[in-house]
């Protein structure tokens, strides 16, 4: 399996950004996706989550409201459309692939076993 982000880049608070993250394999609809973002010198921390069939979403507190996950299955595609920006959205941000087909502990970073290479978004003030 391979995980391919992209859409990140440099944007003024308040701004938006669409991140997408390309999957390889016949297996993608079977797991549950999620956004994870990090910062230099922090831990990569959870962001979004989406369970099999898109039904249902996670997301972290701060959030909500300003983020949405979606996922099509047919592209083997996870979204994460990003409004309202602001500097402290500032991170690289990675796209995983859930261990297992639960959505029980989506906002865990071990229970994911694929990852993509980040993608950077950087919020200017």
């Known amino acids: 399996v391979q995980l391919q982000a992209s859409g990140g880049g440099l944007v003024q608070a308040g701004g938006s950004l669409r991140l997408s993250c390309a999957a390889s394999?016949?297996?993608?609809?079977?797991?549950?996706m999620g956004w994870f973002r990090q910062d230099p010198g922090k831990e990569r921390e959870f962001v979004a989550g989406?369970?099999?069939?898109?039904?249902?979403?996670y997301y972290a507190d701060s959030v909500k409201g300003r983020f949405t996950i979606s996922r099509d299955n047919a592209k083997n595609t996870v979204y994460l459309q990003m409004n309202n920006l602001k500097p402290g959205d500032t991170a690289v941000y990675y796209c995983?692939?859930?261990?297992?087909?639960?959505?029980?502990?989506?906002?865990?970073?071990?229970?994911?076993?694929?990852w993509g290479q980040g993608t950077l978004v950087t919020v200017s003030s």
């Open positions: 995983g692939r859930k261990a297992n087909r639960y959505n029980s502990d989506i906002d865990y970073i071990r229970q994911y076993d694929y």
């Open positions: 989406i369970s099999r069939s898109g039904d249902r979403t």
């Open positions: 394999g016949r297996t993608f609809s079977s797991y549950p």
